[in-house]
């Protein structure tokens, strides 16, 4: 069974920096796309990065420049990488794992890690 684990929040400063991992186990990530997504109170939950299986990567325009997401394929982890966090950022993230062949499709979903920068 298919397992994420995401660590690494907490409460930064304006213009800090955070590194989020997320650990997965049951399955092997290396074939996944790799997904961070955030929820902010009240909102929906967006896309801020992902990271594909063959190792490319996009960003949400409110995040690009500043957050890098990258892989260990050894160590089935992914990370996002956090630089000049704005108020702005402050949500739960949460790691995704997606893949789909021709007749079935595969999503899982970690607990969420707690991102709150103060201003």
């Known amino acids: 069974q298919a397992h994420l684990v995401e660590s690494g929040g907490g409460l930064v400063q304006a213009g800090g920096s955070l590194r989020l991992s997320c650990a997965a186990s049951?399955?092997?990530?290396?074939?996944?796309?790799m997904n961070w997504y955030r929820q902010a109170p009240g909102k929906q939950r967006e896309l801020v990065a992902l990271?594909?299986?063959?190792?490319?990567?996009n960003y949400a325009d409110s995040v690009k420049d500043r957050f890098t997401i990258s892989r260990d394929n050894a160590k089935n982890t992914v990370y996002l990488e956090m630089n000049s966090l704005k108020p702005e950022d402050t949500a739960v993230y949460y790691c995704n794992a997606h893949r789909h062949t021709y007749s079935s499709m595969y999503d899982y979903w970690g607990q969420g890690t707690q991102v709150t920068v103060s201003s």
């Open positions: 990271i594909t299986s063959g190792g490319s990567t």
């Open positions: 049951g399955i092997i990530s290396s074939i996944y796309a």
